[in-house]
């Protein structure tokens, strides 16, 4: 009777040794393994330390979106030991919403770059994320450049001010060299002339962290790894740097739909018109009708031959200038001896000279027109340059659509055999945007 009294009251025995995981399937398995040699490639085309690795949670949202029935720690278990983060440690700030309302919203903006691997259609580069972020708002926004250097740093400003219809009282940065000139002993700082300038044109307060304390902005120094992760780490090929910027700005949004984005801006300091960044030099026209800007060759309208044009230079633009008239505008490339060339500019002269259209550098620097050109028009250069002065007011895009069209009307040619597809992502971010910008008053800028 003892023996059956000890064992009623004795704590239950489980055998473990052999059960095996619940709902943990081979289709399940399947996928957690392709899911995982796809950040293998990531690893190959990044390098092993990148930062846009998929997080378990992640993997999991990913896997339960794709219909799979699996618990996070069922995850965590299958992912243990695969991943290891050193994690880092950001001082915690705590913005009081309450009865200092007025005072938050619009006083404090953090900013910081970023590095992230992208494929931007000229294979994975590393690109740099200028990135601002609000805590008394808690939102956060990114702009994509190719280097760190003060053009772009001071184009992020402005641009975000645009955006946001006004700018902050204070931004706090880092010793980044675009902040801080040089050092005066231990602890004064020479601050950057040109940012000096614009926080007197914005009306900002310029904070500057003290050294090897980048967490003392660690409402940023998160959002980096923050935007990073939740907008590049599982979609990082586009067609360009503008198409990525274009997805970004999505899913920014999407983001940020529970901030105080909105309501932020209302507190900010008056707007301001963009403060002109533009390095402005002068320019003689050569014979070929073009203008070198840093060893780069841009063309101007054919007129202008022999003239002077003033030149004005962007980080990411030329534009030129004759009779305070703007007359060209192209991106700016780097390089000795590339050129930028705009076949508008050519038309009076391939008028004259026909024969000169098929190897012409106007003709051959926009290789859709020119497939139209070699197949259709090659025996015809003059009804190609007519059509070309029919529609001399529409932007080169559409022409390029008006020759397909003529083409494919006639049987000739199927237009979608020439048009490059766009991404579906970035077809997808445009109408994202499209659609917040037309429900938001004073959205987007």
């Not at 009294?5 to 957690?32: C, F, I, M, V």
């Not at 690893?43 to 846009?52: E, I, M, N």
């Not at 633009?317 to 305070?324: D, G």
Request: hydrophobic share 35%; with cysteine; aromatic share 10%.
């Amino acid at each position: 009777m003892k023996t059956i009294q000890e064992s009623l009251l004795a704590e239950p025995k489980y055998n473990t040794a052999k059960r095996g995981r619940r709902k943990y399937t081979d289709e399940q398995d399947k996928r957690l393994k392709a899911i995982l040699k796809e950040e293998k490639h990531k690893d190959r085309l990044f390098g092993p330390t990148h930062k846009q690795k998929l997080t378990n949670k992640q993997i999991h949202q990913k896997l339960a979106d794709e219909g799979f029935e699996i618990s996070s720690a069922t995850i965590n278990i299958a992912l243990a030991g695969i991943r290891k983060r050193q994690k880092e440690v950001f001082i915690r700030q705590q913005y009081d919403l309450g009865d200092r309302l007025e005072y938050d919203l619009g006083d404090r903006l953090e900013y910081d770059f970023g590095e992230v691997f992208l494929d931007c259609g000229e294979g994975v580069k590393t690109y740099h994320m200028a990135v601002l972020s609000s805590p008394g708002g808690s939102f956060r926004w990114l702009y994509l450049y190719t280097n760190q250097k003060k053009a772009v740093f001071m184009d992020s400003h402005v641009r975000f001010f645009e955006m946001m219809g006004g700018s902050y009282h204070e931004i706090v940065y880092d010793n980044m060299r675009n902040v801080v000139s040089k050092f005066i002993g231990k602890n004064e700082k020479q601050l950057n002339d040109d940012l000096l300038k614009m926080s007197v044109y914005y009306g900002f307060k310029i904070n500057v962290t003290n050294c090897f304390k980048a967490n003392e902005k660690g409402h940023v120094e998160k959002s980096v790894d923050v935007v990073r992760n939740q907008i590049f780490v599982d979609t990082w090929s586009f067609n360009s740097i503008e198409d990525a910027q274009e997805y970004a700005n999505s899913r920014l949004l999407k983001m940020n739909e529970s901030s105080k984005m909105e309501e932020e801006k209302k507190h900010l300091k008056p707007y301001r018109p963009p403060l002109e960044l533009a390095i402005v030099t002068e320019a003689k026209v050569n014979p070929s009708s073009l203008v070198s800007v840093d060893t780069v060759f841009y063309s101007v309208p054919e007129y202008l031959v022999g003239r002077w044009v003033v030149v004005k230079k962007y980080h990411n633009e030329v534009r030129a200038y004759a009779a305070n008239e703007m007359v060209a505008s192209h991106k700016r490339l780097f390089g000795n001896g590339k050129m930028q060339i705009d076949i508008y500019h050519y038309l009076n002269t391939l008028k004259k000279k026909p024969g000169a259209l098929r190897n012409s550098v106007a003709l051959k620097s926009i290789p859709r027109l020119k497939a139209v050109f070699d197949t259709y028009y090659s025996k015809q250069p003059r009804k190609f340059i007519d059509l070309f002065l029919e529609n001399k007011e529409l932007p080169i895009d559409e022409i390029i659509t008006l020759f397909e069209r003529e083409t494919a009307n006639k049987g000739e040619i199927n237009a979608l055999d020439i048009v490059k597809p766009i991404s579906q992502v970035v077809v997808s971010a445009r109408a994202f945007v499209a659609n917040y910008t037309s429900l938001v008053n004073g959205g987007v800028r």
